[in-house]
Each structure stands twice: as structure tokens, then as C-alpha cells.
């Protein structure tokens, strides 16, 4: 005869097993403190949607806009007014080559057709990502 659990034992070795498995991730994650701030890339910083984006993120206490990345300069150069203290490039790349250490998150406000390459360099790089549109089209993009 087959013995199974009861809804109490699978409920319990379930929360253990989540527990457990929670604190090995918290462990090798990285944290910012109470005190700390978010650091962002804005990527596509005015746009139809990256201005409101990026103003919305910006907002917010513990978030730095830390970067601006846009091919338009004079897109660039308006969203810079907003953040004089961020760095700017035109081409993502360049972000993460030159001030990869500079910042923890990336907004994605880009045509959908450059999405999955950047949102993927960026988890390629350990970022957090925000994106307003899909990744892909095809899953064959990834």
C-alpha cells in the first residue's frame, strides 16, 4: 500500500524546503542598503516612452538615474539636464565596457527590435531589468 503525505507534512517539508533554498540565494546575492541607492541606466532616455520611464524610476527615493545611453544626442542631452551627474554613450556597449560598475539596474525604452540584445547583455552582466515591450517577437530571437 502506497503511503502518502498529509496536507500538514507536505505543507511543513514544503516551507522548509523554500526556506532553506531562499537563504542558499541570499546568500550569493548582492544587497543595497537601507541607506543606499539604486543605481539605473536609462537606455532609449526620451523617446515615446523612455522620458516618462525614466522619470517615473527617477522618482522614487532610493533609485540614482546613474547613466543615460541614447544613439540621439540631442535626446541625450535633454535627459542629462534632468541628471547632470550621470555618465552618457551612445551605444549600450559602451555602458557596460566602460561604467559596468557604476550601475545595478537598466530601463529598456528602445525600439522592440533591439530589446533582446540589450536586455541580455545587461543579465549577461548581472543587471536588473526593466523593459516596457517583450524581449522578443520569436522565442528563435533568444
Same mark, same amino acid.
Given at each position: 500500500m502506497p503511503s502518502f503525505l498529509s496536507r500538514r507534512d507536505f505543507l511543513r517539508t514544503s516551507a522548509a524546503a523554500g526556506f532553506s533554498l531562499s537563504s542558499l540565494s541570499c546568500a550569493s546575492a548582492s544587497y543595497v542598503g537601507a541607506n543606499s541607492k539604486v543605481n539605473v541606466l536609462s537606455?532609449?532616455?526620451?523617446g515615446s516612452?523612455?522620458?516618462h520611464?525614466?522619470?517615473q524610476v527617477a522618482?522614487? #527615493?532610493?533609485?540614482?538615474?546613474?547613466?543615460?545611453?541614447?544613439v540621439d544626442s540631442n535626446q541625450l542631452s535633454q535627459a542629462k539636464a534632468d541628471h #547632470?551627474?550621470?555618465?552618457?554613450? @551612445?551605444? %549600450?556597449r559602451e555602458a557596460f +565596457?566602460? %561604467?559596468? +560598475?557604476?550601475?545595478?539596474?537598466?530601463?529598456v525604452s528602445t525600439p522592440d527590435h533591439s530589446h533582446a540584445?540589450?536586455?541580455?547583455?545587461?543579465?549577461?552582466?548581472? @543587471?536588473?531589468? %526593466?523593459?516596457? @515591450?517583450p524581449l522578443v517577437h520569436q522565442l528563435e530571437e533568444l
Open positions: 537606455i532609449g532616455v526620451i516612452i523612455g522620458g520611464d525614466r522619470k522618482g522614487h #527615493p532610493s533609485v540614482r538615474i546613474a547613466g543615460l545611453c541614447d #547632470p551627474d550621470a555618465f552618457t554613450c @551612445k551605444d %549600450y +565596457d566602460k %561604467y559596468g +560598475d557604476q550601475f545595478d539596474a537598466v530601463i540584445n540589450i536586455m541580455m547583455t545587461a543579465l549577461a552582466h548581472g @543587471k536588473h531589468v %526593466y523593459g516596457q @515591450k
